[in-house]
């Protein structure tokens, strides 16, 4: 891009509006001219056309015949009309019936078919305009038709339609300054409401991301929702990160706490049966204080993808099979028995892949760890609602805990003692951050089902 457009993209809406004008003005005023000199030059030849036509009668009316030859006795009155043109020089010719002149100029050629009216031709070398009048006589000693030719130079026609555009002109320049002039009024009076939505956002605190409450025209007001929709998405991560924060905070400093007693007990203890109690002890807290990190990581993955990933179109067919083949649940729970139940027509969804992954790979683990064998990976699709799931043969937590489930910090967890609880509340920020649920529910036939349900998509799916 030329630096010329970039320097013109950069310039400041009034600069480039009021150019913009300025341009349109001056192409439509190189037309206007062209229209008002045609026009000027249009109405002095019609007013300058009906001074010669008016002299022509009067002196075809002056025209008399006398013992057999015609008489003419210019009138004044028609030389006082061409008077009106006092720059101009005047020529005329009286011909006879047989082409000869009477009076005049014999060097105003005429052909000898031509007719009444007006034809345009020289006087003495300079451009003239000229009109024919013809009188008939049907007398006893007279018969044969009189022409009457007069003209005059074009100087004040010349004159009169420059007079005429130039005045049309000066009224095109005045009113295309007025245009500009207004335009750059107009345009400041729109932006007005910009500059008082950048001043309330400077005046804001920095934590302070509550929506925009301000009366704005509704091209503007476009632009409030989508900062108010940008600050909500904003407000939404600060406070994610900050719950995430806390999270870590809570969750790690028990276990961490735990691991340096027990590490100043086994440096103090003598005894080798309790030295080896106290090496089991910190290997069992060190295995879950590392499966809380993973926990958390997965938190802050969903936390960072929830409103920056792009939702795309997903099956999840896919996801429940690359969860079931991925085979970290066989190598952990070796004697744990899990199959897959696909649904046989594509499950579509529009969310972010690995989150939902994530999300899946905490109900397995919880399925796994805390269930009973059987346990499935399914996918169903029904009432336009899609779901992928984890079943286990267990009978699941008693009611009151199923209400508390995903809750953070809850006492009720049934995780809460080997583990951090936070899986459940990892899996339903994930469905409510594409716009879905987290199902808990003990089935009638037995055991207890995890489900991620959406709203089906629309559309085909990307291969």
């Not at 704005?216 to 989508?226: D, F, G, L, N, Q």
């Not at 696909?342 to 905490?362: C, F, G, H, Q, Y």
Request: glycine share 8%; proline share 4%; charged share 20%.
């Amino acid at each position: 891009m030329p630096e010329s457009w970039r320097g013109l993209e950069q310039s400041s809406l009034t600069m480039r509006i009021t150019i913009s004008i300025a341009l349109l003005l001056t192409l439509g005023g190189i037309v206007l001219s062209i229209a008002a000199f045609a026009y000027g030059r249009e109405a002095a030849r019609s007013a300058y056309d009906r001074l010669l036509l008016g002299s022509a009668n009067h002196i075809a009316s002056a025209l008399t015949i006398r013992d057999g030859q015609p008489v003419l006795e210019l009138p004044v009155s028609a030389f006082e009309l061409l008077a009106l043109a006092p720059d101009d020089r005047i020529g005329y010719r009286i011909m006879n019936a047989d082409g000869t002149t009477l009076t005049g100029y014999d060097e105003i050629e005429v052909s000898a078919d031509r007719g009444d009216g007006f034809f345009d031709g020289t006087f003495f070398g300079a451009p003239a305009r000229y009109v024919i009048v013809s009188r008939r006589f049907a007398e006893r000693t007279f018969k044969g038709t009189l022409q009457v030719v007069i003209g005059h130079t074009l100087q004040a026609r010349q004159a009169l339609a420059y007079d005429i555009t130039s005045k049309a002109l000066y009224v095109l320049a005045a009113s295309g300054l007025a245009m500009v002039l207004l335009s750059v009024l107009v345009v400041r009076s729109v932006l007005r409401p910009l500059r008082r939505m950048a001043d309330g956002l400077q005046a804001r605190d920095p934590h302070d991301l509550t929506p925009l409450q301000m009366t704005v025209p509704s091209e503007t007001a476009v632009m409030i929702k989508a900062l108010n929709g940008f600050m909500a998405r904003l407000d939404r991560q600060m406070n994610s990160m900050r719950h995430l924060i806390s999270d870590t905070a809570h969750q790690l400093r028990t276990p961490v706490a735990a691991l340096k007693a027990q590490a100043e007990l086994l440096a103090d203890e003598t005894d080798p049966a309790q030295r080896e109690r106290i090496a089991k002890r910190i290997k069992d807290r060190s295995a879950g204080l590392g499966r809380l990190l993973e926990q958390l990581l997965s938190q802050a993955l969903v936390i960072h993808r929830g409103d920056s990933a792009k939702r795309e179109h997903l099956d999840l067919r896919d996801i429940a099979l690359d969860v079931f083949e991925e085979g970290d649940h066989r190598l952990l729970y070796p004697d744990m028995e899990i199959s897959l139940n696909l649904a046989d027509t594509a499950i579509p969804v529009r969310a972010d892949e690995a989150s939902i992954r994530e999300a899946m790979k905490n109900l397995l683990g919880n399925a796994v760890k805390y269930g009973s064998a059987p346990v499935e990976i399914g996918t169903s699709i029904e009432g336009g609602l899609a779901s992928v799931w984890v079943r286990d043969a267990g009978p699941g937590p008693d009611p009151d805990t199923l209400n508390s489930l995903g809750e953070r910090f809850s006492v009720k967890s049934p995780t809460r003692q080997t583990g951090s609880g936070l899986g459940l509340a990892i899996a339903h920020s994930v469905a409510i951050a594409f716009d879905g649920e987290l199902r808990l529910q003990a089935l009638d036939e037995g055991g207890f089902q995890a489900s991620l349900v959406f709203p089906q998509a629309q559309g085909e799916l990307s291969s």
